[in-house]
């Protein structure tokens, strides 16, 4: 397993944004995929975005494309993840998860699936209010 954590949520209001981070203490040679999941009250955790730790390819899901950005930083042989979140909804309040799978992923891209994931971050909570 991976050590993870992620920075500080916080409130914000709606249309506004944030930024959330996750670091590690491994680099790319050991995780293959990152993730930000969230969960919403009621709702069950979904995958908002992921990336390929080497290609850097993105998948959003559809309620956060073209509003958030991942992104990952490969300083000093660690990663950090980066999810800049533009544009809040009162929908995109929740628990967010920071995630990463060390199993290799050879397609370049990394699946939405929690499953594919074994280590996870304690999560931070963000509320967007009108």
């Known amino acids: 397993q991976i050590s993870l954590a992620e920075s500080e949520g916080g409130s914000v209001e709606s249309g506004g944004s944030k930024i959330l981070s996750c670091t590690t203490s491994?680099?790319?040679?050991?995780?293959?995929?990152m993730a930000w999941f969230r969960q919403g009250p009621g709702n069950k955790r979904e995958a908002v975005a992921t990336?390929?730790?080497?290609?850097?390819?993105?998948?959003?899901s559809e309620s956060v494309k073209n509003r958030f950005t991942i992104s990952r930083d490969t300083a000093d042989n660690t990663l950090t993840l980066y999810l800049e979140m533009n544009s809040l909804k009162l929908d995109d309040t929740g628990m967010y998860f920071c995630?990463?799978?060390?199993?290799?992923?050879?397609?370049?891209?990394?699946?939405?699936?929690?499953?594919?994931?074994?280590?996870w971050g304690q999560g931070t909570q963000v509320t967007v209010s009108s």
């Open positions: 995630a990463a799978s060390t199993t290799r992923e050879t397609r370049g891209y990394c699946a939405r699936d929690d499953g594919r994931y074994n280590s």
């Open positions: 491994e680099g790319s040679d050991r995780i293959s995929c």
């Open positions: 990336i390929h730790t080497s290609t850097a390819f993105a998948l959003y």
